[in-house]
C-alpha cells in the first residue's frame, strides 16, 4: 500500500503538469521544481525510523541541485539545434554525467 499511495501522488503531479502545459510554459516549469519525488523519497527513509538517514537523503538532494541545472541549460541549448525530444535526452545524458561526477568523482580525488 505505501508504494502504490507514492505512485498516485507522482501521477497527480504528472498529470498538473501535462494540464497546466495545455495553458501556458511557465507554470510547467515551476511545477517541475515541486518538490514531489523529494517528498517521496524522504517519507521511505523517515519510515525506517532513522533521522540520521532523512539527513543523509536531504544532502544528497541538495549535491543533485547543479546536476539539474546541467540538464535544464543543456535543454536549453539543445532546443534550438535539435529536436525536442533529443534535446531531453540529451539533457539527460548530460544530467547522468553531472551526477556521477558528483557522487563518484570525490571517491577517486
Given at each position: ?10 501521477g497527480l ?9 495545455k ?23 523517515g ?6 538517514g ?7 538532494g541538495?549535491?543533485t ?5 546541467a540538464?535544464l541549460g543543456?535543454?536549453?541549448?539543445f ?30 580525488l
Amino acid at each position: 500500500m505505501d508504494i502504490l499511495w507514492k505512485g498516485v501522488v507522482g501521477g497527480l503531479v504528472t498529470a498538473l503538469i501535462v494540464w497546466a502545459s495545455k495553458r501556458g510554459n511557465v507554470l510547467p516549469g515551476i511545477l517541475s521544481l515541486a518538490p514531489t519525488f523529494a517528498v517521496i523519497a524522504l517519507l521511505a527513509v523517515g519510515a525506517k525510523g532513522n533521522p540520521t538517514g532523512v539527513r543523509e537523503a536531504c544532502l544528497a538532494g541538495f549535491r543533485t541541485i547543479p546536476a539539474y541545472l546541467a540538464f535544464l541549460g543543456a535543454c536549453w541549448l539543445f532546443i534550438e539545434r535539435v529536436d525536442y525530444r533529443l534535446a531531453v535526452l540529451g539533457g539527460i545524458a548530460v544530467w547522468l554525467a553531472a551526477a556521477l561526477a558528483i557522487f563518484l568523482a570525490p571517491r577517486y580525488l
